[in-house]
Nanobody, 127 residues
Framework: QVQLGESGGGLVQAGGSLRLSCAAS????????MGWFRQAPGKEREFVAT????????YYTDSVKGRFTISRDNAKNTVYLQMNNLKPEDTAVYYC????????????????????WGQGTQVTVSS
């Protein structure tokens, strides 16, 4: 069993920054592929970013490339999402998730590949 807890959301003006954190419980965190997803009101949950076991491989959805950075600290069992130059369309509940079956240095943008999810943190970007 893995438990995930997100933090760092809030209200920010367009152009501002936020850093989300996701703390994971359980052993073998360094063997999990991690991902960030988001869900806006009335929309389906969508992929944002993913990172491999060691952090050596990352992948982003096109709309956040160059603005968001995913990273991880395996010693702290934590994955981060640094979000810069935020836009109103980034407003959503952000979720972290873990893929227990990922192979080393692989990533996945497929929602169904993820086994455990956090409860989410709200990010609101005002124009």
């Amino acid at each position: 069993q893995v438990q995930l807890g997100e933090s760092g959301g809030g209200l920010v003006q367009a152009g501002g920054s936020l850093r989300l954190s996701c703390a994971a419980s359980g052993r073998s965190f360094s063997s999990y592929t991690m991902g960030w997803f988001r869900q806006a009101p009335g929309k389906e949950r969508e992929f944002v970013a993913t990172i491999s076991w060691t952090g050596g491989t990352t992948y982003y959805t096109d709309s956040v490339k160059g603005r968001f950075t995913i990273s991880r600290d395996n010693a702290k069992n934590t994955v981060y999402l640094q979000m810069n130059n935020l836009k109103p369309e980034d407003t959503a509940v952000y979720y972290c998730a873990t893929d227990l079956d990922g192979r080393p240095e692989t990533t996945t943008a497929t929602l169904a590949d993820y086994d455990y999810w956090g409860q989410g943190t709200q990010v609101t970007v005002s124009s």
